[in-house]
Nanobody, 122 residues
Framework: RVPLVESGGGSVQVGGSLRLSCVAS?????MAWFRQTPREAREWVAA???????NYADSVKGRFTVSRDEARNTVYLQMNSLKPEDTSMYYC???????????????????WGQGTQVTVSS
């Protein structure tokens, strides 16, 4: 069974919104979203701890919101006021422990989804 499965990507115009979903095969304490373009390294976007603590990259703060539905083992990334620079492949990541100081690091996470493409056009 695939550990994490993302969905919800698509094409949207500048200023639009999308909501990404990540369904996990089981509960994970610390979950995060990353994104990557073909020319750049994968970058951290947001993290959500089991106690509800959230953290965001400066580039998305105030526009993106990460949330969780524990009953469905699903994490969401609500993306508003989208910009062309948000165009990327978005990945869900998880680790079976609390988020510590290393929640921005790729190496922290044991499980990754296959990614969902988000394209923002002007």
């Amino acid at each position: 069974r695939v550990p994490l499965v993302e969905s919800g990507g698509g094409s949207v115009q500048v200023g639009g919104s999308l909501r990404l979903s990540c369904v996990a095969s089981r509960f994970h304490y610390c979950m995060a979203w990353f994104r990557q373009t073909p020319r750049e390294a994968r970058e951290w976007v947001a993290a959500l701890d089991t106690d509800g603590t959230t953290n965001y990259a400066d580039s998305v703060k105030g526009r993106f919101t990460v949330s969780r539905d524990e009953a469905r083992n699903t994490v969401y990334l609500q993306m508003n006021s989208l910009k062309p620079e948000d165009t990327s492949m978005y990945y869900c990541a998880a680790v079976p422990r609390r988020c510590y100081y290393d929640y921005m690091s790729l190496s922290t996470y044991n499980y990754w989804g296959q990614g969902t493409q988000v394209t923002v056009s002007s």
